[in-house]
């Protein structure tokens, strides 16, 4: 036995984790993505997300925002981390940490969905996708996701991974994304279903993962695509549809359509201290289920009033309000603006906020503090666009 072992005294199998074996990934420092060869001949400006250098804009948030509005847009999502678990108790330990039943999850489809920790905060929320019952992947961002699997995949008889090095994502939105993707894909696209996966096929000659998913409410569809092959994929789908009007997208544009479909972003609406009914995704936990991660605090919360919610306003001002501004009600802090943006298609300044339950009803009358004055908000129900969702579902 390994000297190390005999010293500590623990069982091999207790130091052996359902890890494969990939090497030490960079955590630090920069890292440009496979379709940065393409984008970088166009973008002004970068964010870093995720240690991945992402561009902000490439002509302009408003005109990127009508391109993916009325024809697509082509967007790299690099820096979303892609967690693989795969073995024969692969959906036992996925169906333990989400509190939706991925029994009833059929093979090739996805959900949106969350994890908890034990007092019921959420770890993150994400894109989850069953491939079978021995494969999944959890398509999530920056959270702690990959630890939190790991840690509770001690002692099953699985294998977890991060392809996050190793598989860049592309991600086209709009209501031409299926037309122009057909063009250039072996798969039918007209038979993938909302959330629908295709776990082999093959995109601008080179082979891909596709799931029907996106951060925009459009019809979209995500790309898994190794790095090796991934210029050549994103400059294919580029050439299928610039004769359409497809343009390259940054983040800005991306990020006023997502808070228009109230889609929350981890760690800026919402984090670890944040209850699923805080932020109205309670829908999302079935306390059907015998047993999950957090069920039991889950379970007591939800008969509980929670103290604070997340709610949509419309503040009036013409311009973006403020993240982090304060949210008054009778000249007190109620709370505060988590997203802002101002709404091409509504022509009026959105937000998502954190507020005192009390004031949480639609049309309760708010103030928000912005630039040392104070504007009127009124409490309004989200999504702010196409509140039925029906875009994505096309």
């Known amino acids: 036995m390994d000297p190390v072992l005999r010293r500590t005294g623990f069982a091999i199998s207790t130091l052996v984790p359902p890890y494969s074996r990939t090497g030490m990934r960079v955590n630090g420092g920069m890292k440009r993505t496979s379709f940065y060869p393409i984008i970088s001949q166009f973008a002004p400006e970068y964010k870093l997300y995720n ?27 690099t820096g979303e981390a892609v967690i693989e678990v795969t073995g024969p108790d692969a959906l036992a330990v996925m169906n333990e940490l989400v509190p939706r039943d991925l029994r009833k999850l059929k093979d090739m489809r996805g959900l949106h969905c969350i994890m908890c920790y034990e007092y019921g905060g959420i770890v993150e929320d994400a894109v989850l996708l069953r491939f079978d019952q021995e494969r999944f992947w959890w398509v999530g961002g920056e959270a702690p996701t990959e630890q939190w699997i790991y840690s509770r995949s001690l002692n099953k008889n699985v294998e977890v991974r991060s392809y996050l090095d190793q598989k860049h994502v592309a991600s086209i939105q709009g209501p031409k994304s299926r037309d122009i993707l057909q063009r250039v894909c072996e798969a039918n696209l007209s038979q993938v279903p909302f959330y629908g996966v295709v776990a082999e ?22 790309i898994y695509v190794d790095v090796s092959n991934g210029e050549e994929l994103f400059r294919g789908i580029w050439e ?11 983040s800005r544009a991306l990020n006023i359509r997502r808070v228009e479909a109230a889609y929350l972003n981890a760690g800026q609406d919402f984090d670890w201290t944040t209850t699923p009914y805080e932020i109205n995704l309670g829908w999302m936990v079935d306390l059907n289920k015998a047993s999950f991660c957090g069920r039991a605090h889950l379970a007591r919360l939800q008969q509980e009033n929670p103290t604070r919610k997340l709610v949509g306003l419309r503040v ?13 009600w009778r000249d007190q802090v109620a709370g505060r603006v988590t997203s802002a943006t101002y709404s091409p298609t509504l022509k009026a300044s959105i937000a998502l906020g954190m507020v005192k339950s009390e004031v949480s009803e639609v049309a309760t009358s708010l103030f928000v503090e912005a630039s040392g ?20 579902k096309m």
Do not use: N
């Open 201 to 222: 096929t093959r995109l601008s000659g080179v082979p891909v993962t596709i799931s029907r998913t996106g951060f925009t409410g459009e019809l979209g569809y995500d």
């Open 51 to 77: 240690h991945y250098l992402k561009p902000e804009q490439i002509t302009t948030p408003l005109e990127e925002y009508w391109a993916m509005r009325k024809v697509a847009g082509l967007w790299d999502v």
């Open 316 to 328: 009036d001002v013409d311009e973006p309000t403020e993240e982090g501004a304060p949210i008054l």
């Open 373 to 392: 004055h104070r504007v009127r908000a009124e409490v309004v129900s989200t999504p702010f666009v196409d509140p039925e969702r029906r875009l994505s």
């Open 240 to 250: 299928a549809g610039k004769p359409d009007g497809l343009q390259l997208c940054g």
